[in-house]
């Protein structure tokens, strides 16, 4: 199954994310299919940034977001996008 989740890239007690989309079985930085977006929780209000189109792709396509990766899609109407019909 393929999941979108939070891929570790920060130092110690410096944490920063890349939001990947990655086989459920490889393992938390390991190889990714692709890179969606970004995830700073040291800032000041906390940073994401997510491409929209790709998101709403794999969504579409059957990946599953992890539960953190799930929230910060919903916050930005992500998921609703995806759950809508496509518009050809």
């Not at 209000?45 to 491409?51: A, K, Q, R, S």
């Not at 977001?65 to 050809?88: F, N, Q, W, Y």
Request: hydrophobic letters at 40%.
């Amino acid at each position: 199954m393929v999941r979108i989740r939070l891929r570790r890239i920060g130092a110690r007690h410096r944490p920063f994310y890349r939001i990947v989309v990655a086989d459920q079985r490889s393992a938390r930085n390991g190889k990714v299919i692709e890179q969606i977006g970004t995830y700073d929780p040291m800032a000041d209000p906390p940073v994401i940034t997510i491409n929209e189109d790709s998101a709403v792709k794999w969504v579409r396509q059957g990946a599953q977001p992890s539960e953190a990766v799930a929230h910060m899609l919903k916050t930005r109407g992500i998921l609703d996008k995806a759950k809508a019909p496509a518009i050809a």
